[in-house]
């Protein structure tokens, strides 16, 4: 017996081998290339020789195409959960509701009694299918345990906790059931290094008829009080029903990280892609998640490449890695007390547009004002700092020190001499840091901007390089540090205006000197949290994927382990996106500042209504004009802008 079936890539794994122990021959295309010619073609050929055909249609229009062709002498199931798509089977409906049932349920043995019913179907027997094997909606799953745990006291007496601190995972019913555990457990045995983990599976939405609780119901019965931080790898997370989900993260409280798992990409095609993710899972893994207030949302897994549709994914493990180590710095950031908690604030330049001039731009917010009160509120609540007492204090301090980058007027000696270094970072050191970048982004850096720590290329020196070591340039309140972002890549002193093009070139790496400054704030300062500070620096813009970043994309490289806040404008929702899917940015919105023509009040008003007499005066009457003469030099004193304008 041979089946044609076209389904959902979760069907995939399962079906194959229900077949397998069954003896079935099954032809298996996966539904989410139905709107490819040469895959339908395939599969219509598929049919040909087939004794009935399996469909678990999608909303795809590509199926109205697909339909016509299908063969109609030998039997058509068609299944899933939406029942509208139950109409294109050609056998009864209860039949068809049997199969779905089989697939709803899940689990191997569950689709080893779908293939033998369908084989009664093909065959033409009226035989009452079997009845689908129970398996549970719900439970605390572990790799080193054959069963999962019904609640959370079952799950501890058999995993104790080892740890001061814990971290909730979540991840869909179908994988638990259907095998597809690879992620999953790479990410238990990564997390069990450093924290304990209770890692839940359900049905995010629920389903009152199987007797389902949905996913925020569970996660709230098994993590509240116990956890310091969610995995969820459920793209929706509540259910249908807002009274019975209420607002679970506002509810546990806790930062959620959503690593995504990109279905139908292998690895490989993932590193190559510039966008990342496909359209269709960037609809549906990141934009609904960061909807729910989903956080970080990194690749963790692709489809296992096989040269055949297997529905089975495998870890990044690089990724893996950065995700877990980004949880672990969020749980050091929780456990830390406010004393010994260190704070790295980055301000906003534009090169080319006078770099002195614009050190903390951002639109809508005087952000050195809210650096020295943040910093101030700081000090209230227990952080070891010394704040400034406002942000003209923060400026002129600064520039004082000339904590800048290089320009046109400012020499990389004169910001040492100035006192503006925060360190000087010596060449082994960076070539230690240098030495941990894949090899790719090692050869794009040193074609852009030689080899560590920098070398002249095409006439633009190194990047703040002074004897040999890389300037990290900032100002240092105690455990909180200000610092301007790093060098983008302009030519310092030599600068032709030619920045803005580098700014945001998609090919141009960033300097050595960006690197180092981030890293030296992870590793050497030691930051427990990066606060990007107004809209918008360049972090998000260097080059790399549009989301779903690897370790070849420079703001992953950048950003590194670092817990990122960025305060940001609330009416630019499009950049902000960009900065949370590219540089792992919890977004700190402000709102939009209140502006109205100002006008001119008091003496600057009255001075004005002279000058417009006077210029009047000029011609038809020089007494007059010269009276005024001394009225405007009078109130302009009054105004206070003498010394301005030297009258």
């Given at each position: 017996?041979?089946?044609a079936?076209?389904?959902w890539?979760?069907?995939?794994?399962?079906?194959?081998?229900?077949?397998r122990?069954?003896?079935?021959?099954i032809?298996?295309?996966?539904?989410?290339?139905?709107?490819?010619?040469?895959?339908?073609?395939?599969?219509l050929?598929?049919?040909?020789?087939?004794?009935?055909?399996?469909?678990?249609?999608?909303?795809?229009?590509?199926?109205?195409?697909?339909i016509?062709?299908?063969?109609?002498?030998?039997?058509?199931?068609?299944?899933?959960?939406?029942?509208?798509?139950?109409?294109?089977?050609t056998?009864?409906?209860?039949?068809?509701?049997?199969?779905?049932?089989?697939?709803?349920?899940?689990?191997?043995?569950?689709?080893?009694?779908?293939?033998?019913?369908?084989?009664?179907?093909?065959?033409?027997?009226?035989?009452?299918?079997?009845?689908?094997?129970?398996?549970?909606?719900?439970?605390?799953?572990?790799?080193?345990?054959?069963?999962?745990?019904?609640?959370?006291?079952a799950?501890?007496?058999?995993?104790?906790?080892?740890h001061?601190?814990?971290?909730?995972?979540?991840?869909?019913?179908?994988?638990?059931?259907?095998?597809?555990?690879?992620?999953?457990?790479?990410?238990?045995?990564?997390?069990?290094?450093?924290?304990?983990?209770i890692?839940?599976?359900?049905?995010?939405?629920?389903?009152?008829?199987?007797?389902?609780?949905p996913?925020?119901?569970?996660?709230?019965?098994?993590?509240?009080?116990?956890?310091?931080?969610i995995?969820?790898?459920?793209?929706v997370?509540?259910?249908?029903?807002?009274?019975?989900?209420?607002?679970?993260?506002?509810?546990?409280?806790?930062?959620?990280?959503?690593?995504?798992?990109?279905?139908?990409?292998?690895?490989?095609?993932?590193?190559?892609?510039?966008?990342?993710?496909?359209?269709?899972?960037?609809?549906?893994?990141?934009?609904?998640?960061?909807?729910?207030?989903?956080?970080?949302?990194?690749?963790?897994?692709?489809?296992?490449?096989t040269?055949?549709?297997?529905?089975m994914?495998?870890?990044?493990?690089?990724?893996?890695?950065?995700?877990?180590?980004?949880?672990?710095?969020?749980?050091?950031?929780q456990?830390?007390?406010?004393?010994?908690?260190?704070?790295?604030?980055?301000?906003?330049?534009?090169?080319?547009?006078?770099?002195e001039?614009?050190?903390?731009?951002?639109?809508?917010?005087d952000?050195?004002?809210?650096?020295a009160?943040?910093?101030?509120?700081m000090?209230?609540?227990?952080?070891?700092?010394?704040?400034?007492?406002?942000?003209?204090?923060?400026?002129?301090?600064?520039?004082?020190?000339r904590?800048?980058?290089?320009?046109?007027?400012?020499?990389?000696?004169?910001?040492?001499?100035?006192?503006?270094?925060?360190?000087?970072?010596?060449?082994?050191?960076?070539?230690?840091?240098?030495?941990?970048?894949?090899?790719?982004v090692?050869?794009r850096?040193?074609e852009?901007?030689?080899?560590?720590?920098?070398?002249?290329?095409?006439g633009?020196?190194?990047?703040?390089?002074?004897?040999?070591?890389?300037?990290v340039?900032g100002?240092?309140?105690?455990n909180?540090?200000?610092?301007?972002?790093?060098?983008?890549?302009?030519?310092?002193?030599?600068?032709?205006?030619?920045?803005?093009r580098?700014?945001?070139?998609p090919?141009?790496?960033?300097?050595?000197?960006?690197?180092?400054?981030?890293?030296?704030?992870?590793?050497?300062?030691?930051?427990?949290?990066?606060?990007?500070?107004?809209?918008?620096?360049n972090l998000?813009?260097?080059?790399?994927?549009?989301?779903?970043?690897?370790?070849?994309c420079?703001?992953?490289?950048?950003?590194?382990?670092i817990?990122h806040?960025?305060?940001?404008?609330?009416?630019?929702?499009?950049?902000?996106?960009?900065?949370?899917?590219?540089?792992?940015?919890?977004?700190?919105?402000?709102?939009?500042?209140?502006?109205?023509?100002?006008?001119?009040?008091g003496?600057?008003?009255?001075?004005?209504?002279?000058?417009?007499?006077?210029?009047?005066?000029?011609?038809?009457?020089?007494?007059?004009?010269?009276?005024?003469?001394?009225?405007?030099?009078?109130?302009?004193?009054?105004?206070?802008?003498?010394?301005?304008?030297?009258?």
């Amino acid at each position: 017996m041979k089946v044609a079936a076209m389904v959902w890539g979760s069907d995939i794994p399962l079906l194959d081998a229900g077949a397998r122990r069954e003896g079935v021959h099954i032809d298996i295309t996966g539904v989410h290339n139905v709107d490819d010619p040469e895959v339908q073609d395939r599969f219509l050929r598929s049919q040909e020789d087939a004794d009935l055909i399996l469909l678990h249609p999608s909303h795809d229009p590509a199926w109205d195409d697909l339909i016509p062709r299908l063969r109609t002498d030998i039997p058509v199931v068609s299944f899933g959960h939406n029942q509208d798509f139950w109409s294109l089977s050609t056998i009864p409906i209860k039949y068809v509701a049997a199969v779905s049932a089989y697939m709803t349920h899940g689990g191997e043995e569950n689709y080893c009694r779908m293939i033998r019913f369908l084989r009664k179907i093909a065959e033409g027997e009226d035989a009452e299918p079997e009845a689908p094997l129970p398996m549970p909606w719900e439970g605390i799953y572990h790799p080193d345990s054959p069963e999962p745990f019904p609640d959370r006291n079952a799950y501890y007496s058999n995993h104790p906790r080892r740890h001061t601190q814990s971290i909730g995972i979540v991840f869909s019913r179908t994988y638990w059931a259907n095998g597809d555990r690879g992620i999953v457990d790479a990410l238990i045995r990564r997390i069990e290094q450093f924290a304990d983990v209770i890692p839940i599976f359900c049905l995010s939405g629920g389903d009152v008829d199987l007797g389902a609780r949905p996913g925020p119901v569970v996660a709230r019965e098994n993590f509240s009080g116990e956890v310091s931080l969610i995995i969820n790898l459920q793209p929706v997370f509540r259910s249908s029903n807002s009274e019975v989900s209420g607002d679970i993260f506002s509810d546990l409280n806790v930062p959620v990280m959503h690593p995504i798992l990109l279905y139908h990409k292998t690895r490989q095609e993932w590193l190559d892609s510039p966008l990342g993710p496909s359209a269709m899972e960037i609809g549906w893994s990141i934009a609904l998640p960061e909807m729910q207030g989903m956080i970080e949302m990194l690749a963790v897994g692709t489809e296992i490449e096989t040269g055949e549709e297997t529905g089975m994914h495998e870890p990044i493990p690089d990724r893996i890695e950065r995700i877990c180590r980004r949880a672990e710095a969020w749980l050091k950031l929780q456990a830390k007390s406010p004393k010994e908690r260190k704070v790295a604030f980055i301000l906003h330049n534009k090169p080319c547009s006078s770099v002195e001039a614009t050190v903390g731009a951002g639109a809508h917010l005087d952000t050195l004002e809210s650096v020295a009160r943040i910093i101030q509120v700081m000090k209230q609540e227990g952080y070891t700092v010394d704040p400034p007492s406002s942000g003209k204090e923060l400026i002129d301090r600064i520039m004082e020190k000339r904590a800048i980058s290089d320009f046109r007027w400012t020499s990389v000696g004169s910001i040492v001499r100035c006192g503006g270094a925060l360190d000087l970072v010596d060449e082994k050191t960076y070539r230690e840091w240098f030495s941990e970048l894949e090899p790719s982004v090692q050869k794009r850096l040193e074609e852009s901007w030689g080899r560590p720590p920098g070398e002249e290329m095409e006439g633009v020196p190194a990047a703040m390089v002074h004897d040999g070591k890389i300037v990290v340039t900032g100002v240092s309140y105690g455990n909180a540090v200000v610092c301007v972002q790093p060098k983008r890549g302009c030519a310092g002193a030599r600068c032709d205006g030619e920045a803005c093009r580098i700014l945001h070139d998609p090919e141009i790496p960033p300097t050595h000197q960006y690197l180092a400054t981030y890293r030296w704030l992870e590793r050497v300062f030691g930051a427990d949290v990066i606060v990007h500070v107004g809209t918008h620096g360049n972090l998000e813009f260097l080059p790399g994927k549009s989301a779903a970043p690897s370790n070849r994309c420079f703001p992953d490289i950048a950003i590194g382990t670092i817990p990122h806040l960025y305060i940001y404008n609330a009416d630019n929702p499009p950049e902000g996106t960009i900065a949370k899917r590219r540089a792992c940015a919890t977004l700190v919105n402000h709102m939009q500042t209140v502006m109205q023509a100002s006008g001119l009040y008091g003496a600057l008003k009255d001075l004005e209504k002279l000058l417009e007499e006077y210029t009047r005066a000029q011609e038809s009457d020089p007494a007059r004009a010269h009276t005024l003469e001394h009225l405007i030099i009078d109130s302009v004193e009054e105004g206070g802008i003498g010394e301005e304008t030297d009258l």
